[in-house]
């Protein structure tokens, strides 16, 4: 009897040791923060205004590289060297939080509403923004570096279809990940404005939005405007 006390006991207290190990395992694991690419709204609460376009917007899901294509902070360091941070993750597929970007500082700049995945009537001028990523990251201190192929092109409207490259460099405000995102957040912004000036010309012709924004390679199609697939 005393013997099966005894091992009652020693399981007992084996089990003990067991969670407590587990507890302090989970414990020494920090929690996970996840991270937007949106921007912050900059009035605080209060919509921004600007004038209503005559036109709406179809910003397509955009095609992002597969080592970017992570649900972690990519951090690359002085040497190249690319380090998922696994406790500071994003709060969507990053292809997805890049769309969800372009689209709310697209319709936050032209005042035009984004209709991807809705259908609008027919005859409804719109304007379809495509991007391709060639890169997205940043480097820990120094800059986040976007590199993107785009095109705008009218859809039952007047217009010509423009194709451009745009690499987009924001200097960092420190060596943390907070400061690389809002690298990031700030450069996936002024690709929007640089497409934005795009559509603003009616596929003429696109201005870069800041000294930290280099345009390339831009091709015009002109012709009569596209119809609605």
């Not at 919509?47 to 597969?66: G, H, N």
């Not at 649900?71 to 993750?89: F, K």
């Not at 201190?141 to 409207?157: F, N």
């Not at 987009?168 to 000036?197: K, W, Y």
């Amino acid at each position: 009897m005393k013997s099966r006390n005894h091992q009652r006991a020693v399981g007992g207290a084996m089990i003990a040791v067991i969670v407590a190990a587990g507890l302090a395992g989970c414990a020494g694991s920090p929690p996970a923060v996840f991270h937007t690419l949106l921007l912050p709204d900059p009035g605080q609460g209060t919509a921004t205004r600007v004038a209503e376009a005559p036109y709406l917007l179809e910003v397509m899901p955009v095609d992002v590289p597969v080592q970017a294509d992570q649900p972690q902070v990519m951090m690359r360091d002085g040497q190249g060297a690319v380090t998922p941070l696994y406790s500071d993750r994003w709060t969507a597929p990053i292809g997805d939080e890049i769309r969800a970007a372009l689209s709310d500082t697209l319709t936050r700049t032209l005042g035009a509403a984004d209709v991807r995945g809705l259908r609008p009537a027919a005859g409804t001028p719109v304007w379809r923004v495509q991007v391709d990523v060639q890169r997205f990251d940043a480097t820990a201190g120094e800059a986040a570096l976007l590199d993107a192929t785009w095109r705008v092109r009218p859809v039952d409207t007047a217009g010509s279809t423009l194709l451009c490259r745009s690499v987009v460099r924001t200097g960092l405000t420190g060596p943390g990940v907070r400061a690389a995102v809002e690298g990031q957040q700030q450069a996936v912004a002024n690709l929007a404005r640089t497409i934005a000036s795009a559509i603003r010309s009616q596929g003429r012709t696109a201005r870069p939005a800041g000294e930290g924004v280099q345009v390339s390679n831009c091709r015009v199609s002109n012709g009569e405007p596209a119809k609605r697939d």
